[in-house]
């Protein structure tokens, strides 16, 4: 698999003209959708087929997604690459069994599967909670590192031609700011209040606009799509799917993410993971909200 980097150099390779289909399948998620019979977890995972790459983006904090790919007919033994939005425990949970799968994948067919694992670097640091309990990637630094071609870093990554990892988000909104969640390794043997650093999304563009795929937002989804208009420089926003971090919001919060929602003119929203009800209903007045489950796969 290549990665890419320029992004002039990206952008002036895309063929407008040329229309590709880019499909999004909910692996997991804390809701499944009715008639649909997959495992739902607080946590996210979603397959991407950008037409050029298969991307894992998240993994869940189970083996849900490996159970769900398979009642999907996705084959996971043929990623390109895995993306985590961020080293919480939800997100990377799944990587020690998708591991396991690889190894076995191998062991049958002599096949050795070793995607790309793109993300901050902060994302496969220790992290702990206040009471000592981990929240942070649980899978063996050994068994990452055998497993996975590891790309970390802060900047913005070209996953291919239309789907990039954004990199380290600036936070501008003072109405997005969050307090510390536990701890994160310093690298040395220290601690730090953990503010989520590594916290970013994925952003597919499409000829008539990006669709932004979030995992938490923890750096505040308002500042991830502004990110994801300064490294695309592309305006035009079609879709957000993904967690919004909205979970008994404080009003400042919840008022000012609405009128940022409000002023994108979106085509759908897809509101999932950690928003509570009470955010999504005041989303739907804003923006055409969409339900968004275990099961679920969007064409673009």
């Known amino acids: 698999m290549r990665v890419y980097g320029a992004k002039r150099a990206m952008l002036a390779s895309i063929n407008v003209t040329e229309a590709r289909q880019m499909r999004l399948s909910v692996l997991v998620d804390n809701n499944t959708l009715i008639d649909r019979y997959f495992s739902a977890e607080p946590a996210v995972a979603f397959h991407i087929d950008s037409g050029e790459t298969r991307v894992l983006f998240d993994c869940g904090y189970s083996d849900a997604a490996l159970r769900n790919a398979v009642g999907m007919r996705i084959d996971l033994c043929r990623l390109d690459a895995v993306v ?32 790309q ?121 079609i879709d957000i799917i993904g967690g919004f971090h909205l979970q008994n919001p404080r009003p400042a919060q919840l008022e000012g993410t609405l009128a940022f929602i409000k002023s994108l003119n979106l085509s759908a929203l897809h509101a999932c993971h950690c928003t509570d009800l009470q955010s999504k209903v005041a989303l739907a007045a804003v923006a055409p909200l969409r339900e968004v489950g275990c099961g679920l796969q969007l064409d673009y």
Not at 84 to 102: C, F, K, M, V, Y
Not at 103 to 108: D, G, M, V
Not at 213 to 220: A, E, M, P, R
């Open 84 to 115: 985590l939005s961020h080293g919480h425990i939800d997100h990377t949970g799944g990587l020690e069994p998708l591991a396991r799968l690889l190894a076995q994948h191998h062991t049958e067919h002599g096949v050795r599967v070793r995607p």
């Open 117 to 237: 694992l793109i993300s901050h670097p902060a994302a496969i640091e220790a992290r702990k909670l206040a009471d000592g309990s981990s929240n942070g990637i649980a899978i063996s630094a050994a068994l990452l590192d055998s497993t996975f071609e590891l790309h970390t870093g802060a900047e913005p990554v070209w996953v291919d031609q239309r789907l990039v990892f954004l990199g380290h988000i600036e936070r501008r909104t003072s109405f997005e700011r969050a307090p510390a969640i536990g701890l994160r390794s310093d690298g040395s043997g220290g601690w730090l209040p953990d503010e989520l650093p590594d916290d970013s999304a994925l952003v597919y563009l499409a000829d008539d606009g990006i669709i932004v795929i979030s995992g938490c937002s923890h750096s505040g989804i308002c500042n991830i799509v502004q990110a994801a208009r300064r490294v695309t420089g592309v305006d035009r926003v």
